[in-house]
Every structure is written in structure tokens, then in C-alpha cells.
């Protein structure tokens, strides 16, 4: 049984894991085969997609898609509006399962476990793959209850060692400096920039592998967001980042890795500065010129 658990900051170790895979459906013909030679550097496969599709009832947002997604990296997804980007993302973490109609059919593992496994523990999964949304949403909690409230939920901890969880996540995030006199404020005290930090300290709290960060830097104003890409290029070398991002410099400065998607279908995959200066694809070339979306 492969596990792909991250601990939390310096705290004991957690021994959950994903339950294993089973067997892997047979992928289509893709429009843009991926695989880990698309990696071009050290970095190991950390999510693996093939022949993934997906859909809203009778609507399919996803069409065979295929890539692999390397760990410890930065990873940005890009296209208009209604391509399928945050569809994509709310799979990895099965959010998608609180939709009612929503279903998908494919390959779609991290770190070697199959993520659609009927078998898999969707509440487990939560934990090792942290999300962040377009819109701050911290908890009307305090500021030290916020970070705590995930290992209080998962882990039995001393006070001492939440205390250090509390501490460590807060730096990691780039905050503590920030509010460690105040960390009994309400959460809804602090500025947008510093509510979405926090929000990533949340996740950093119960050890995940995996951030997932929805347009997380689209409410902020330039300065937040600058900070913001600052703790992600920082944050890389803990953790796989996957970022949905409208912003094409955004997606140019922080980056490693871009996939243009467009009607629900990868169009391409490859290292950002190849994708944004030598692009393979028209479409790709179209959409980060500003000729369509």
C-alpha cells in the first residue's frame, strides 16, 4: 500500500492512507497524449491523468484528458472561461462528488492511487490535497482556530504540539510575523491578502502533498497579490502546487509548467517558458496573444 502522506510542521507522524487503486480504465485516443516525459527536469509524476472525461449530467465539461502533473512544482492551468480549469481541480479533490450530476470516467491517481476508487477515502483524500479558493472564506473563528481547526478534527495533539502546528503553518505561510500578538482576533479582522494567507495556512495545517488554488489571487489588489506569488514560489519546494489562473503574466511569473485547455479539452502541456514562447499549438498561440478569450 503506497501512502502519500505529508506531515504536518515538525508535529508526530499521521498513518492514514489512500486505499489502494484498482485497475485503471483503458484511456481514448487523446488530442494531446501526455506523459512523464513531458516532465523536463528531476521532478517525479505526482498526479497522473489519462483518458479522463467528465460530466455535468448530459453536458461533458471534460474530454479525454491526459497529463501528468509533476511534484514539488508549480503547475498553472490557462483558457477562457468555462473551459473546464476549476472542473479539472475539483476532481483531484473529489469536490465534485457533492454535485449531484456530476460524474467522470478515466485514470486520475496521485501518487499511484487511484482517485476513483469507489473505495477511497474521500475525507482522507481532503487532507492530503488542501484547497484555496478564488474568494478568501476563513472561518468566523479566530485566527489561531482557524489554522487548528484541522488537526483538532484529524490528529490528537498535546496543546503544545497544536501550538507548534498553529506556529509552523503560520509561517510557512508567510503571516506569523504578522499576527502572532493577535492570534485570538477574529479571523474577519485581517486584510484580503492576509485572509487568503491564512486560508493556505489552513490547509498547510494537516499536512497535505497536494494545494490546489482556484484564481486565488482574483479579489486581491496588486500588492496582496504579489505576496501571494511569493509564498507559492516558496511553497513549491514542499508541495505539488496546481494553480486556475486568468491572468497570463500571473501564469508566466509563478509557474513551472502551463496547460492550455479550451471546450473542456487539454490542448496543451509543456514547461511555461515553452508553452508562452514557443507554443506548439495554434490555439495556444491564439489565446496567450489575446486573440480570442
Known sequence: MMSIIKQPPEVTTMNSTIRPSLAPNQPG???????????????????????FDAWYGDFQALKNLNMVIPEKRITAFIGPSGCGKSTFLRWINRMNDLVPSARATGTLKLHGQDLLDKSTDVVDLRRHVGMVFQKPNPFPKSIYDNVAFGPRLHFKMSRGELNQVVEQSLRSAALWDEVKDRLKSPALSLSGGQQQRLCIARAIAVGPSVLLMDEPCSALDPRSTAAIEDLMTQLRNDYTIAIVTHNMQQASRVSDYSAFMYQGALIEFGPTEQVFTKPKNEQTQNYITGRFG
Open 29 to 51: 485516443q487523446s488530442r494531446r497524449d501526455a506523459s512523464p516525459a513531458d516532465i523536463h527536469d528531476d521532478a517525479q509524476p505526482a498526479i497522473e491523468v489519462a483518458g
